[in-house]
């Protein structure tokens, strides 16, 4: 097989520095021939006074992105590379490696603000699906997995029984190790996504999925690996080898010491676990760095088992060290940087996964026995007897036609190996040679029909006559057929002409095929659009539950105090953009195709004409039409401007597509927080007056408190579902007002001014600690105000 060897390629990037942050001493040389890092360090801790000498670390990268590189330069000399790599039919691994909040998953997938923050894992979906259909010699096949690893435990992440049920009660993902030692993941699901709008949904299905088993008690993203794969198998058509290959993209557990985060108890456990798991990847890496080891620890930690054929060995890999350079981060900077020297020692061996399908082998081997056969026929001498059929005569006597009509001089007649047909042809032609007019009439009766006889003539007008009769009949169909569908178009788009309007899902169809041109891209309301994204699970789980009336006001005004609501607007102001700019490219659209049925009624209508004149006056050929052949240039010229305008089409609905997710996560985040404040103040609450409280349970934390709300929402008369609290904030503008420190509220029917008390003790005391909690925003905005 085809072998590539490679070191590992390993990269620094460089966090922006917040905005209270002091910076770090560094320094970026990327010249040739080797870039390099230099990192300077006061001496000023050793003995507890201050030393004026300066210690400076100096590292080599293949390459070093500082502060304001982007994601698109990220992308594209770091992970296009590998994602072609993958394409040829090799394995690729990128992983990022880093302290907590050094910028990994922004780096892997992406920050959840803007669309241009969008990173690695989008954007190699984007490329490759690209890729893909750029090239139709192969069939392809892709798939995705989404993994986290949490305290050497794997969990799947597109499992869709995550709505269901706790992270922690799903089916553990298990390694297997197979005869011939390859890794096999138990209870790891492989979702086929054939196109990149699919891949992104499960993306964004995996991230939601991890965001909302992580609790304020559990940041388990800092302490989990996640590792998304692509997976793409490829086959010639015909061919019998299948290539595969898969791209692992791995956002790994944050690399920090325990000492440093000072954490105890229950989370030193945790924290002690990636060390250990990152510490063993370590291991795998100096071992693989070794020259003539020969053990190599895999299967010490579940990480390295999963990415055992993805570090050494049959792999093209990729390390991101993300830094984070400010003062208090340096020294983790520095062992960052001292990992990412040992990695970069290692020298990998890619070599091309080819395997045999073996169906098509099959075939393949029973081709091969017949020839054999056939051949070993021949050479016996020994024939079948039978006679050749009808149907096997009439075959030779067209490849003979074929064969003495052909004028290259190297063409052959291949019968294949059997005597039988052989004599057949030597027969054949020396009947045509020694008598061309009788015997050979059936076979070349093209050409010697020069000699015209009238009969004949006629029986062909007469066929012509025939033929013409059932184009004219197809045709006439046809327009029926369209001026119906035009018809339809209109009515549909008279119907939803309305409101803020979306293109309809993948509309494209090639127009070469479409032998109905008058498909129209249906313009459909934005909110019908929304809900054929698969629906996320903190949103599926929300439908159906109410959310009390105080709880709803909590939120609002949590809602608006909140920094995400300003990235909420912005990404409204910016999809209602795009949505215009969708809106007039489908209009621009639907003008070319509409275009192109006109240019094409006006060839068939002239092809009626000319039909109909050489019907009536048949001595008149049918020739050449420069008027029709005019038209069909025009068409060719208008399928052009359609094929660039629906390509901007669809880049923006890719666009779209990826806000409106983003959104959602946004808002989902939002929500989580706010419940999180919320049963935090409502146990702030408790401590403060428990006399006041007689259920013990109230003070809960998520997520119990979705039960509680759903509890009190009984007693309330509100309707609104959690998931309409999403709807445009101007719509609920008659909720409290902040600053006015008389409270307006929307009043429950039961009472006016007073504590809308519902008699039951759970629900009282939500209600009594959002009071309470509302109290203290005001007193806070108060402060900030004087
Ligand atoms: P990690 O995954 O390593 O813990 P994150 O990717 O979550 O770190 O980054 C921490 C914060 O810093 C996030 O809010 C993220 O958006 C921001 N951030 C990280 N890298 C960058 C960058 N290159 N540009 C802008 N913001 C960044
Ligand atoms: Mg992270």
């Excluded at 004026?52 to 990220?74: C, G, L, P, T």
């Excluded at 791995?250 to 798991?277: F, W």
């Amino acid at each position: 097989a085809a072998m590539v060897k490679e070191t590992i390629r390993v990269y620094a990037r460089v966090k922006p520095l917040g905005r209270r942050q002091q910076a770090g001493s560094y320094a970026v040389d990327n010249e040739e021939p080797l870039p390099s890092l230099e990192i300077t360090v006061p001496r000023d801790l050793a003995d507890g006074f201050i030393n004026n000498k300066r210690e400076s670390y100096k590292f080599k990268f293949q390459k070093i992105f500082d502060q304001e590189a982007k994601q698109d330069v990220i992308f594209d000399s770091i992970a296009k590379p590998v994602a072609e790599c993958v394409l040829a039919g090799y394995n690729g691994t990128i992983f990022a490696y880093g302290q907590t909040g050094s910028g990994k998953t922004f780096t892997i997938t992406g920050g959840a603000e803007r669309y241009s923050d969008r990173g690695i894992i989008p954007r190699t979906l984007s490329y490759i699906f690209d890729q893909l259909q750029k090239d139709s010699s192969k069939v392809y096949t892709t798939h995705v997995s989404y993994l986290e690893i949490y305290n050497e435990c794997g969990y799947d992440l597109l499992d869709p029984r995550h709505e269901a049920s706790r992270m922690e009660d799903l089916p553990k993902v298990t390694i297997m190790e197979d005869s011939d030692q390859n890794i096999h993941l138990k209870n790891l699901s492989l979702q086929q996504a054939t196109n990149e709008e699919e891949a992104l949904n499960l993306l964004f299905l995996g991230d939601t999925n991890r965001m909302i088993a992580e609790t304020p008690m559990n940041q388990a993203s800092s302490r989990s690996h996640c590792i998304f794969t692509i997976h793409i198998s490829s086959k010639e058509p015909g061919s019998a080898t299948i290539r595969r290959s898969k791209l692992h993209l791995v956002d790994l557990a944050g690399s920090e010491r325990v000492a440093k985060t000072g954490i105890g108890g229950h989370l030193l456990t945790e924290a002690k676990y990636i060390n250990l798991s990152l510490h063993y990847l370590e291991q795998v890496i100096i071992a693989l760095a070794e020259k003539n080891r020969s053990h190599i620890p895999y299967r010490n930690s579940m990480m390295t088992s999963v990415l055992r054929d993805s570090l050494g060995g049959n792999c093209m890999t990729t390390m991101i060290s993300t830094l984070a350079m400010d003062k208090r981060n340096i020294d983790e900077s520095i062992s960052t940087c001292r990992f990412a020297q040992r990695v970069a020692l290692i020298k990998n061996e890619a070599v091309l996964n080819e395997e045999i399908d073996p169906r098509l082998m099959i075939v393949q081997l029973k081709k091969e026995i017949q020839d054999l056969k056939d051949e070993l026929a021949l050479v016996t001498g020994k024939q079948r007897t039978s006679e050749l059929s009808q149907e096997e005569l009439l075959q030779l006597d067209e490849l003979i036609e074929a064969f003495l009509k052909d004028n290259d001089a190297d063409s052959s007649l291949d019968v294949g190996a059997d005597m039988r047909k052989i004599k057949y042809c030597f027969v054949h032609m020396k009947q045509i040679i020694n008598h061309p007019m009788t015997s050979g009439k059936k076979l070349l009766s093209q050409d010697i029909s020069e000699e015209k006889n009238s009969n004949e003539e006629v029986e062909k007008l007469k066929g012509l006559l025939q033929q013409r009769d059932n184009e004219i009949n197809i045709l006439v169909t046809m327009l029926k057929k369209e001026k119906k569908k035009a018809q339809d178009a209109l009515s549909q788009l008279n119907a939803t002409s309305a409101g803020s309007t979306v293109l309809e899902q993948s509309p494209y169809m090639s127009l070469e095929e479409s032998q109905s041109p008058s498909r129209c891209f249906s313009l459909k309301d934005a909110k019908d659009f929304s809900s054929s994204v698969p629906r996320l699970p903190l949103l599926s789980r929300a439908t159906g539950e109410k959310m009390s009336l105080g709880c709803q006001e909590a939120f609002e005004v949590f809602k608006r105090d909140h920094a995400d609501s300003i990235t909420i607007e912005d990404n409204k102001q910016l999809l209602k953009q795009r949505f215009d700019e969708a809106k007039c490219l489908g209009e621009k659209l639907n003008e070319v195709r509409n275009k192109i049925n006109h240019l094409k009624g006006k060839i068939i209508q002239r092809q009626i004409q000319r039909t109909a004149l050489a019907v009536s006056n048949p001595s008149e050929e049918l020739t050449f039409d420069p008027v029709e052949e005019n038209l069909r240039m025009q068409i060719e010229e208008e399928k052009k401007s359609y094929k660039a305008v629906y390509g901007c089409f669809k880049g923006l609905k890719v666009e779209i597509e990826h806000l409106q997710l983003l959104m959602e996560k946004v808002k989902m985040k939002l929500q989580k927080d706010f419940e999180v404040w919320w049963s935090e103040e409502a146990k702030k609450f408790q401590q403060e007056k428990p006399e006041m409280v007689t259920s013990p349970n109230i003070a809960t934390v998520y997520p119990q408190f979705i039960r509680s709300s759903q509890h009190l929402s009984r007693n309330s008369s509100s309707d609104t579902s959690r998931g309409s609290l999403y709807e445009d904030p101007a719509v609920k503008n008659n909720s409290i007002t902040l600053g006015n420190p008389t409270l307006k509220t929307r009043t429950p029917p039961s009472s006016s001014t007073s504590i809308p008390l519902t008699g039951d003790s759970q629900a009282d005391a939500d209600i009594l600690a959002f009071i309470k909690a509302r109290q203290n925003i005001l007193q806070k905005k108060g402060k900030s105000c004087q």
